[in-house]
């Protein structure tokens, strides 16, 4: 478009000088600040990157050096005897001063440890406290006792974010009822039974960890650091969510946990902000802390020196345009007048002389032998036409292949544009061997009035056939589009003109059965005059295959048809496929009416679409396309009837659970199908026979009634439908792996803890 502009307007020439040099400019400014900003912007990310590692790295030792501090100081009071005796010894109450004293100073000694509980199974001795001793029942923080009855999932040297009674509650003025402590629990790890009778617990500061945490985060309000458990619960402060949330259905939380490095980055959206995220994972307590930075933070400076550089380019772009533009008016104002005014006389002259040409050949090919001699051979002169009109002529006619879509891509100039350059290529290819005239008869027809030296048959003159051939094999490579080629009858005078073109122009719509790029002869092409008639017996059998929804079968009588038809002309096989577009309709009022459905099929519509296809195969296969869109709409029209019917079958099944004499045949006597057909089709749908999912309903049925109820089993029998009792045990056992006594049993005592009714009757 642009060079367009530039030849069409000469005074702009010397933006052709300074084009070049302007556009590899600024492809070099915009490719160097690209290169720039993706080096700044990968510099800055691995500086964030090692800056974060390093700080959580820092975080990640100082949780090591708090397990490792916490596991001595528990090992080490273990080993205490003034400890042990706490927890292996019943001790005096006048010597728990001596007792408080000593936990006391494990505490002192330890700034990190908000409290220290020492429990031998039956009292709990903590420090600080007012009541140095409690017993398990009045303790003040139950919720430990549920980590010391739970010794598989908690471990020794296991430690658990908890929320603990705040001891200065009451007595500082501003403290919280409740605080955040880890509690580090240590009991004798050869212990196998399910709970523990002695334990030494270290309550850690939560307060200890968060500071760790945020002196080693520079970044301030900008970045978040925290601490995630292997749950992906959040075990630190974090701004945006409060302590234990569940993070695990984070996207970001998925990428680590799934992250098989120790430490790594990534970036993605982080509760709506785009982040860039670090991670490590500690050696201790199977913890990972997190360290997220928005990402427009970290590229600020370097998005404000990006903009800095666009607008530069742009005011450059600008800059340089508008001189451009300055110098070459000033240079070539007075020589694109001159140029402009002498191409446009040029050009209309040019334009209205082929036109006005154009128009009288027209007029000639339509005149009926009516135009004068003498007017006609003046003519001739006047536009230069090279013809004898007394001399021998033939008509040769092209026609466009795939109108509807050249009509469709191309604007009605560029139709004309593209006409015209076949045009040339027919005067270049004919030019050395035959006077001619090329004619534009609108449409997709051009047609070529050639003088021949004698009447002898077009098929024979093989020199004219290898150029037609030549002007198929360009107009394809130079202009991407297919020409079919008619050769009339050769005639003796100009006089018969118009009755030769007409009957070329028909003789063309033999296309319908040659097939697009072909070549019709005149004197090749047998036209039967015998009428051509479709059997009665082919109507028949192709509208019961469309009614009947065998298409495949509809398909193939249409081909047939069609083969049929084209031996005896284009009339025929033109009335041929109208007759079967009737067919087509009826079927299709007849499906709609058996079927309550609605297709969208419009006879008007296809009748116009017929009228411009241009092959036998086209037809057939549009013909196929609404077939096929037929077969869909009655293939989901089954399926949803389907659907209904397995509905109704569930719904029948829930209501009459309790009918001993609910079956298959009483199901299809109900739905109004036979039995054998609803078995087949309910097992294809569902996977499942009948019979068993009447006995799997029932089942799951009688097992809740046994888990949830105290009803006898055997009216749970009788309220699920079976009717002997030693059938229904027996397929419960074979169900739940127990009896239904035992099964009650059982879920009483594990208070909802056993396997779920639906895995059970899956085994």
Same mark, same amino acid.
């Given at each position: 478009?642009?060079?367009?502009?530039?030849?069409?307007?000469?005074?702009?020439?010397?933006?052709?000088?300074?084009?070049?040099?302007?556009?590899?400019?600024?492809?070099?400014?915009?490719?160097?600040?690209?290169?720039?900003?993706?080096?700044?912007?990968?510099?800055?990310? /691995?500086?964030?990157?090692?800056?974060?590692?390093?700080?959580?790295?820092?975080?990640?030792?100082?949780?090591?050096?708090?397990?490792?501090?916490?596991?001595?100081?528990?090992?080490?009071?273990? !080993?205490?005897?003034?400890?042990?005796?706490?927890?292996?010894?019943?001790?005096?109450?006048?010597?728990?001063?001596?007792?408080?004293?000593?936990?006391?100073?494990?505490?002192?000694?330890?700034?990190?440890?908000?409290?220290?509980?020492?429990?031998?199974?039956?009292?709990?001795?903590?420090?600080?406290?007012?009541?140095?001793?409690?017993?398990?029942?009045?303790?003040?923080?139950?919720?430990? !006792?549920?980590?010391?009855?739970?010794?598989?999932?908690?471990?020794? *040297?296991?430690?658990?974010?908890?929320?603990?009674?705040?001891?200065?509650?009451?007595?500082?003025?501003?403290?919280?009822?409740?605080?955040?402590?880890?509690?580090?629990?240590?009991?004798?790890?050869?212990?196998?039974?399910?709970?523990?009778?002695?334990?030494?617990?270290?309550?850690?500061?939560?307060?200890?960890?968060?500071?760790?945490?945020?002196?080693?985060?520079?970044?301030? @309000?900008?970045?978040?650091?925290?601490?995630?458990?292997?749950?992906?619960?959040?075990?630190?402060?974090?701004?945006?969510?409060?302590?234990?949330?569940?993070?695990?259905?984070?996207?970001?939380?998925?990428?680590?946990?799934?992250?098989?490095?120790?430490?790594?980055?990534?970036?993605?959206?982080?509760?709506?902000?785009?982040?860039?995220?670090?991670?490590?994972?500690?050696?201790?307590?199977?913890?990972?802390?997190?360290?997220?930075?928005?990402?427009?933070?970290?590229?600020?400076?370097?998005?404000?020196?990006?903009?800095?550089?666009?607008?530069?380019?742009?005011? !450059?772009?600008?800059?340089?345009?508008?001189?451009?533009?300055?110098?070459?008016?000033?240079?070539?104002?007075?020589?694109?007048?001159?140029?402009?005014?002498?191409?446009?006389?040029?050009?209309?002259?040019? @334009?209205?002389?082929?036109?006005?040409?154009?128009?009288?050949?027209?007029?000639?090919?339509?005149?009926?032998?009516?135009?004068?001699?003498?007017?006609?051979?003046?003519?001739?002169?006047?536009?230069?036409?090279?013809?004898?009109?007394?001399?021998?002529?033939?008509?040769?006619?092209?026609?466009?292949?795939?109108?509807?879509?050249?009509?469709?891509?191309? @604007?009605?100039?560029?139709?004309?544009?593209?006409?015209?350059?076949?045009?040339?290529? &027919?005067?270049?290819?004919?030019?050395?061997?035959?006077?001619? #005239?090329?004619?534009?008869?609108?449409?997709?027809?051009?047609?070529?009035?050639?003088?021949?030296?004698?009447?002898?048959?077009?098929?024979?003159?093989?020199?004219?056939?290898?150029?037609?051939?030549?002007?198929?094999?360009?107009?394809?490579?130079?202009?991407?589009?297919?020409?079919?080629?008619?050769?009339?009858?050769?005639?003796?005078?100009?006089?018969?003109?118009?009755?030769?073109?007409?009957?070329?122009? %028909?003789?063309?719509?033999?296309?319908?059965?040659?097939?697009?790029?072909?070549?019709?002869?005149?004197?090749?092409?047998?036209?039967?005059?015998?009428?051509?008639?479709?059997?009665?017996?082919? #109507?028949?059998?192709?509208?019961?295959?469309?009614?009947?929804?065998?298409?495949? #079968?509809?398909?193939?009588?249409?081909?047939?048809?069609?083969?049929?038809?084209?031996?005896?002309?284009?009339?025929?096989?033109?009335?041929?496929?109208?007759?079967?577009?009737?067919?087509?309709?009826?079927?299709?009022?007849?499906?709609?009416?058996?079927?309550?459905?609605?297709?969208?099929?419009?006879? @008007?519509?296809?009748?116009?679409?017929?009228?411009?296809?241009?092959?036998?195969?086209?037809?057939?296969? %549009?013909?196929?396309?609404?077939?096929?869109?037929?077969?869909?709409?009655?293939?989901?029209?089954?399926?949803?009837?389907?659907?209904?019917?397995?509905?109704?079958?569930?719904?029948? &099944?829930?209501?009459?659970?309790?009918?001993?004499?609910?079956?298959?045949?009483?199901?299809?006597?109900?739905? *109004?199908?036979?039995?054998?057909?609803?078995?087949?089709? !309910?097992?294809?749908?569902?996977?499942?026979?009948?019979?068993?999912?009447?006995?799997?309903?029932?089942?799951?049925?009688?097992?809740?009634?046994?888990?949830?109820?105290?009803?006898?089993?055997? %009216?749970?029998?009788?309220?699920?439908?079976?009717?002997?009792?030693? *059938?229904?045990?027996?397929?419960? /056992?074979?169900?739940?792996?127990?009896?239904?006594?035992?099964?009650?049993?059982?879920?009483?005592?594990?208070?909802?803890?056993?396997?779920?009714?639906? %895995?059970?009757?899956?085994?």
């Amino acid at each position: 478009m642009l060079r367009t502009f530039v030849l069409k307007n000469p005074f702009q020439l010397f933006l052709t000088i300074l084009l070049p040099f302007l556009v590899s400019t600024v492809l070099l400014l915009f490719l160097q600040s690209s290169l720039l900003s993706r080096n700044f912007e990968r510099f800055a990310l /691995k500086q964030v990157y090692g800056q974060q590692l390093t700080n959580l790295q820092n975080t990640s030792s100082n949780v090591s050096a708090l397990e490792q501090t916490a596991k001595s100081v528990s090992t080490t009071a273990f !080993f205490d005897d003034v400890v042990k005796d706490l927890l292996y010894s019943d001790v005096n109450a006048e010597d728990y001063s001596k007792y408080q004293a000593k936990l006391q100073s494990y505490k002192n000694i330890y700034p990190f440890l908000q409290s220290i509980y020492v429990y031998n199974g039956d009292s709990m001795y903590t420090v600080p406290r007012t009541q140095f001793v409690q017993d398990r029942e009045h303790f003040d923080d139950p919720g430990i !006792f549920a980590l010391l009855d739970n010794m598989e999932t908690y471990k020794s *040297h296991s430690i658990v974010l908890r929320k603990i009674p705040n001891i200065m509650s009451g007595i500082s003025t501003g403290a919280k009822k409740d605080i955040f402590v880890y509690s580090y629990l240590f009991f004798d790890s050869q212990l196998t039974s399910g709970k523990v009778n002695e334990a030494i617990i270290l309550n850690i500061s939560e307060e200890w960890l968060n500071q760790s945490i945020q002196a080693q985060n520079p970044a301030g @309000n900008f970045s978040r650091i925290f601490v995630i458990d292997n749950r992906g619960r959040l075990l630190s402060p974090d701004a945006v969510h409060p302590l234990l949330s569940d993070l695990h259905g984070e996207g970001y939380i998925r990428q680590i946990n799934e992250a098989k490095d120790r430490a790594g980055s990534l970036r993605m959206n982080v509760n709506g902000v785009d982040a860039f995220v670090t991670y490590v994972s500690t050696d201790a307590f199977d913890w990972k802390l997190v360290s997220v930075t928005p990402y427009a933070h970290i590229m600020k400076d370097i998005e404000h020196m990006r903009q800095k550089t666009y607008l530069f380019v742009a005011c !450059f772009i600008i800059g340089s345009m508008l001189l451009s533009f300055y110098f070459s008016r000033r240079l070539y104002v007075p020589m694109s007048v001159v140029i402009q005014n002498y191409k446009q006389l040029e050009s209309e002259k040019r @334009n209205e002389l082929y036109n006005r040409k154009q128009e009288f050949l027209r007029k000639l090919v339509h005149a009926q032998g009516l135009l004068p001699p003498d007017f006609v051979t003046k003519q001739f002169q006047r536009y230069e036409i090279g013809l004898d009109p007394a001399g021998h002529c033939l008509i040769v006619l092209a026609k466009i292949d795939r109108f509807s879509d050249f009509c469709s891509a191309y @604007n009605r100039a560029d139709r004309d544009l593209l006409k015209f350059g076949i045009v040339n290529i &027919v005067n270049e290819l004919l030019r050395p061997s035959y006077a001619h #005239e090329c004619i534009d008869m609108d449409e997709d027809l051009i047609a070529m009035l050639l003088q021949v030296p004698s009447l002898g048959a077009p098929s024979e003159n093989e020199e004219l056939v290898g150029l037609m051939r030549q002007l198929q094999a360009h107009t394809r490579q130079f202009l991407r589009l297919s020409v079919s080629i008619t050769f009339g009858e050769p005639f003796e005078t100009l006089r018969a003109l118009d009755f030769h073109y007409l009957k070329t122009a %028909d003789l063309s719509d033999y296309r319908l059965m040659y097939g697009r790029n072909c070549m019709i002869f005149s004197d090749l092409t047998e036209v039967r005059t015998e009428d051509f008639q479709l059997l009665p017996e082919q #109507e028949k059998a192709l509208t019961e295959a469309l009614v009947q929804g065998r298409f495949e #079968e509809g398909k193939q009588l249409l081909g047939e048809m069609a083969q049929g038809a084209s031996r005896y002309g284009y009339t025929a096989v033109h009335s041929m496929f109208i007759r079967q577009l009737l067919l087509i309709r009826h079927a299709v009022e007849v499906l709609e009416s058996n079927h309550a459905m609605k297709v969208d099929f419009q006879f @008007n519509a296809y009748l116009a679409k017929l009228q411009k296809l241009e092959t036998i195969e086209d037809v057939l296969a %549009d013909y196929d396309a609404l077939l096929d869109g037929l077969a869909l709409e009655l293939e989901a029209k089954r399926d949803n009837r389907y659907t209904k019917l397995l509905e109704c079958v569930t719904r029948i &099944v829930e209501r009459e659970l309790a009918n001993p004499c609910l079956s298959l045949d009483a199901i299809a006597e109900e739905v *109004h199908l036979s039995p054998p057909y609803l078995g087949k089709l !309910f097992k294809k749908h569902r996977s499942i026979s009948v019979a068993d999912y009447i006995n799997g309903e029932r089942l799951q049925y009688a097992g809740r009634l046994v888990a949830s109820s105290d009803d006898p089993i055997a %009216d749970i029998m009788e309220k699920s439908g079976f009717s002997s009792r030693s *059938h229904f045990f027996t397929q419960f /056992k074979r169900a739940y792996g127990t009896t239904p006594s035992q099964y009650r049993t059982n879920a009483k005592l594990e208070a909802g803890g056993g396997p779920r009714l639906s %895995d059970a009757y899956q085994r």
